[in-house]
C-alpha cells in the first residue's frame, strides 16, 4: 500500500514545526504534564540512594561507593551497544533492594523524582522475583511497591505535584515463575497493580515459554504488554500479539523491519506492521535506551520518527533512567531537537499513552480532559503570547 502522500505530509509538517523550536524550552518540556508507560524501578534508582542502601543492608558488590562515580560507572556500563550487557548493571540496584524498607524507599523516591519532572502518571515495573533472595516473598515486594508509591505521592501532592503511579508486576523473561508471578500480579490488582509484563534477554526467550502466565491474565480479563521488538525482530512481536494476547508493545522498534521505504517516498507496510497500525497497538517507544543497548545508532536515527509520521500509536518513555541517565523530558528534548516536534507532537505523544494506559477509563479521561489538554493549552498560549511580545523579527 502506498501512503505517500501521508508521508510527504510529515515531512512537510516537520519542517514548519521547526519554527516552534525556539520556544520548546528546557523549562517548558519539564512543565508540560507527561504520561510514562515504560519505566523500570530497579533502572530508576538515585546513586546516592544505592551507596546508602548498600550501606545500611551490607551489600558489598558495588564497584565504587563514590556518588558521582557510581553514576558514571551505570552510564557507562549501560552504553556498550547489547541488550545483555546492558542488563548486567542491574545486579547492583536489584542487590539493594531485598529488604522492604528499601523497595518503600526507592518507589517513593522514583515517584517523586517523576513529579518532579512534570509526569503526571506513570506505569513503573518491577519483577517481585527479583528481590525474594533475602526471603521476602512476591506479595510482600508487590506490597513494599505499592506502599512506596503511596508515600511518593502523598509527599509530591504536598509540594504541589499531583502524580498518578501504577505498578506493571514483570517476570522475567529466562526464568520460570511467570505463572507465580502473574498470579500475584493479579490478587494486587485492586490494590494498584495495572498489568504484567515480561522482561529480559529477548534472543533465545520467546514470550511463547510464558503462554501459561499470559492466559491466566486473560481469563481474569486482566492486562498485558510485552517487551518485543527491542533486541530480537518480528517473529518476538507476532508471538507476543497473537499468541499471548499483548495490548501493548514494549519497545516494538523491529517492527520496521516489517515496513520498507522506496527511495521515492513510497511506503509499504507488511501484514504485521499494518496490523500493529490498523489495530492502534501502543509502542512503548525508549530512543536513548534502544541506543545504548544497540538498537538504534542515534536518536536521530531512531525508528520512533518514521513511526510517528505513519501514525502508529506511538508513546516515548525512558526505560531506565539511572543506566541511561535520562528523564522523561529529556528524552522529549532529545525528540524535539532530532525532529523538531514542537507542543503539538509532545501532546499527541501524551495523550496516546493516556489511551494506552491500564488504568481504568475514567480514571484517563479525567487526566486527559482535566490535566493534560488544559496543561498543554496553557503553554501554547504562554508560546503565542511570547511570540507576540518578540515582534516579527523575533518571530
Ligand atoms: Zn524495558
Not at 41 to 58: C, K, Q
Not at 158 to 181: P, Y
Not at 250 to 275: E, K, N, Y
Amino acid at each position: 500500500m502506498s501512503v505517500l502522500g501521508r508521508s510527504t505530509d510529515g515531512h512537510s509538517r516537520l519542517r514548519a514545526r521547526s519554527y516552534h523550536r525556539t520556544v520548546l524550552t528546557a523549562d517548558t518540556i519539564r512543565r508540560a504534564p507527561k504520561a510514562l508507560l515504560h519505566d523500570h524501578l530497579d533502572g530508576g534508582l538515585r546513586p546516592a540512594t544505592i551507596v546508602d542502601l548498600a550501606a545500611e543492608f551490607g551489600y558489598r558488590g558495588l564497584p565504587t561507593t563514590d556518588v558521582d562515580d557510581l553514576a558514571v560507572w551505570f552510564r557507562r556500563g549501560a552504553d556498550r551497544k547489547s541488550l545483555e550487557l546492558y542488563l548486567e548493571t542491574f545486579v547492583h540496584t536489584v542487590g539493594v533492594l531485598q529488604e522492604r524498607e528499601a523497595i518503600v524507599r526507592v518507589a517513593a523516591e522514583c515517584t517523586e523524582d517523576l513529579a518532579a519532572d512534570g509526569v503526571v502518571y506513570a506505569e513503573v515495573r518491577y519483577a517481585p522475583e527479583l528481590s525474594t533472595e533475602k526471603g521476602l516473598t512476591l506479595d510482600e515486594v508487590i506490597e513494599a511497591n505499592l506502599e512506596g508509591f503511596r508515600l511518593g505521592a502523598d509527599r509530591a501532592a504536598a509540594a504541589g505535584r499531583a502524580i498518578t503511579m501504577k505498578v506493571l508486576v514483570t517476570a522475567m523473561r529466562q526464568a520460570a515463575r511467570s505463572v507465580e508471578v502473574a498470579e500475584a500480579a493479579i490478587r494486587w490488582r485492586d490494590a494498584g497493580v495495572v498489568g504484567f509484563d515480561i522482561a529480559g534477554p529477548e534472543a533465545g526467550y520467546r514470550p511463547t515459554r510464558h503462554l501459561e502466565a499470559f492466559d491466566r491474565i486473560r481469563h481474569e480479563n486482566f492486562h498485558i504488554t510485552i517487551h518485543a521488538g527491542e533486541s530480537f525482530g518480528l517473529p518476538s512481536i507476532w508471538e507476543a500479539l497473537q499468541f499471548c494476547g499483548a495490548e501493548r508493545l514494549g519497545h516494538g522498534v523491529r517492527i520496521v523491519d516489517d515496513i520498507a521505504v522506496a527511495p521515492d517516498g513510497t511506503v509499504s507496510l507488511g501484514r504485521l506492521a499494518a496490523f500493529v497500525r490498523d489495530r492502534r497497538v501502543p509502542l512503548e517507544m525508549c530512543p536513548t535506551s534502544n541506543v545504548h543497548s544497540g538498537a538504534a545508532a542515534a536518536v536521530a536515527e531512531h525508528p520512533i520518527d518514521l513511526l510517528r509520521r505513519l501514525r502508529f500509536r506511538v508513546t516515548l518513555n525512558t526505560d531506565n533512567r539511572l543506566m541511561s541517565n535520562v528523564s522523561l523530558s529529556s528524552e522529549f528534548a532529545a525528540l524535539d531537537e532530532a525532529f523538531g516536534i514542537g507542543l503539538g507532537e509532545m501532546e499527541w505523544l501524551t495523550i496516546n499513552a493516556m489511551k494506552s494506559a491500564f488504568a481504568p477509563f475514567d480514571e484517563r479521561l479525567a487526566l486527559i480532559n482535566e490535566v493534560v489538554k488544559p496543561g498543554y493549552a496553557h503553554l501554547r498560549g504562554e508560546a503565542a503570547r511570547a511570540v507576540v511580545a518578540s515582534g516579527p523579527a523575533g518571530a
